[in-house]
Nanobody
Framework: QVQLGESGGGLVQAGGSLRLSCAAS????????MGWFRQAPGKDREFVAA????????YYAEYAKGRFTISGDSDKNTVYLQMNSLRPEDTALYYC????????????????????WGQGTQVTVSS
């Protein structure tokens, strides 16, 4: 079992920045990728960014490229999502997720690759 806890969400004006954190606990040595997804009201949960456990492989949604940066600290079992130049359309509940060796891998951008999820942290961007 792996537990994930997100933090860092909040209210920010358009053009501002936020840094989300996701701390993993439990069987963290079974994790081989971590990702961020988001879900706006009335919309499906969508991929934001992902990182492999070594930190060498990173993946981004098109809308996130150039504005968001995913990084990890293996000593702290924590993944970060630095979000800059935020837009009102970035408003959503942001979820952290991890893929472990007990799951099936369908690619970094697929929700079904991730078998553990956090509770989410709200990001609201005002215009």
């Amino acid at each position: 079992q792996v537990q994930l806890g997100e933090s860092g969400g909040g209210l920010v004006q358009a053009g501002g920045s936020l840094r989300l954190s996701c701390a993993a606990s439990g069987r963290t040595n079974s994790i081989y990728a971590m990702g961020w997804f988001r879900q706006a009201p009335g919309k499906d949960r969508e991929f934001v960014a992902a990182i492999g456990v070594t930190g060498d492989d990173m993946y981004y949604a098109e809308y996130a490229k150039g504005r968001f940066t995913i990084s990890g600290d293996s000593d702290k079992n924590t993944v970060y999502l630095q979000m800059n130049s935020l837009r009102p359309e970035d408003t959503a509940l942001y979820y952290c997720a991890c893929a472990t060796i007990s799951g099936l891998w369908y690619g970094a951008m697929s929700r079904t690759s991730y078998n553990y999820w956090g509770q989410g942290t709200q990001v609201t961007v005002s215009s």
